[in-house]
């Protein structure tokens, strides 16, 4: 028979790692197929773990077995404060793939990071800066700007998804780490951002239109600019104080400003046709959303900050927007996606030609390449062939 042996560890350490994913003592204990009593006497010190029940509670937390061997919780990144989701999210309720989307974010920036120490390369630096005194149109402007977007460029994208991965390459140009979150019902979570530099983060929930992901990475960003945390919603929730109700307005109307410049709209053809505030047909308004790949929300609140709309109109046509994308988010199901192509949406290119130039460089191990990844190594000719171009031997 099979000698025990226990896991000589903190106590604390269990408790830390189970409450930090969400997890309940029952549900936590039925994932381990142990008793919740058993799990409880585990986390007060009374009994230990075997290795095997360690390694299995470490997997279903999500935590590496080393993590409960050090002498205190580590002190992590924690955006659990700062992050954007429709209304009616209850802050405070954060499910567990939520908890861990947001670890994952802050994990990835530190391996990159890292990365860029072991390849002795200096991580790009970003000192763009905003403030909540400054004019939201010139702070959206000043983004364009600094993108290198332009309205010709712009209007000339085929279609929702060339516009999603052009923005999100102007932001990667510049230092920005831009991921997605795969594993987050939208209802709880559209955006977060990690404002600290260099390689600050924007995050944006895969489940969402692309048009919903645009305007989210905006937001995000016009957030890092800020430096400021914040309760991020679509949602300008008066209840809330004042200096957080002020940071989510200006980066609502930053976003906007950005995606659809004031003199650009008011320029438009359909536009000029209406002088002063008047209600909107439905084929005007998709016809201005479809051309800056915007949503239709997002265009009638420019029509709005420009005086081409009333607010009574603007909010009975948002109520009917924010309807109809709730519908359509529940008949929707996403189709297949191929791992490797799944891999490079989640982390982004330019954090997957990062990884795979330290493992190109031996820098890191095959292990290490499919953790950051999240990629099973048979994936990876694919995944090279599909970012790029080329073919490369696994090593073993």
């Not at 799990?39 to 999500?62: D, M, V």
């Not at 999100?168 to 939208?186: H, I, M, Y």
């Not at 800056?292 to 997002?298: D, F, H, L, M, P």
Request: aromatic share 8%; glycine share 8%; net charge positive.
């Amino acid at each position: 028979m099979a000698e025990r042996v226990d896991a000589i560890i903190k106590p604390g350490l269990l408790t830390w790692a189970r409450e930090s994913l969400g997890l309940g003592i029952e549900t936590a204990a039925k994932k381990a197929q142990v008793k919740s009593e058993q799990l409880l006497s585990w986390e007060r010190g009374e009994k230990r773990p075997t290795i095997n029940q360690l390694r299995k509670l470490g997997s279903i937390y999500k935590r590496p077995i080393a993590v409960f061997y050090l002498p205190e919780p580590p002190t992590a990144f924690d955006a659990l404060h700062d992050y954007r989701r429709l209304p009616g999210g209850v802050p405070g309720s954060e499910s567990p793939e939520l908890r861990l989307e947001i670890r994952r974010a802050h994990d990835r920036r530190q391996v990159a990071l890292d990365l860029f120490e072991v390849l002795q390369e200096e991580a790009p630096p970003f000192g763009e800066t905003a403030t909540l005194s400054d004019n939201p149109e010139v702070i959206g402007s000043q983004i364009r700007g600094f993108l290198g977007i332009t309205q010709e460029q712009q209007v000339g994208w085929q279609n929702d998804y060339e516009a999603l991965n052009q923005w999100r390459s102007a932001l990667e140009g510049k230092g920005v780490l831009v991921f997605q979150a795969t594993d987050v019902e939208v209802g709880e979570m559209r955006g977060f951002s990690i404002s600290e530099t260099p390689l600050p983060v924007v995050v944006v929930n895969i489940k969402d239109s692309p048009r919903g992901r645009i305007f989210t990475m905006l937001h995000e960003f016009a957030h890092i600019l800020l430096k400021k945390g914040g309760l991020c919603d679509l949602e300008e929730d008066r209840s809330r104080p004042p200096e957080e109700q002020r940071v989510e307005v200006l980066c609502n109307h930053v976003s906007g400003a950005a995606l659809i410049p004031k003199d650009s709209l008011l320029a438009e053809e359909t536009v000029r046709a209406r002088r002063g505030p008047t209600d909107w047909p439905d084929q005007d308004i998709e016809l201005l959303a479809r051309r800056y790949k915007a949503s239709r929300e997002a265009t009638l609140r420019r029509l709005l900050l420009c005086g081409r709309t009333t607010e009574a109109f603007y909010r009975r046509k948002r109520e009917e927007y924010l309807k109809i994308y709730e519908e359509r988010s529940e008949r929707e199901v996403a189709g297949f996606v191929p791992p490797y192509r799944l891999a490079i949406s989640r982390a982004g290119p330019w954090f997957v030609r990062l990884v795979l130039e330290g493992y190109s460089r031996e820098k890191i191990t095959t292990s290490d390449l499919a953790d950051y990844l999240r990629i099973r190594l048979k994936h990876l000719p694919r995944l090279e062939r599909e970012l790029l171009g080329t073919r490369r031997n696994v090593r073993g």
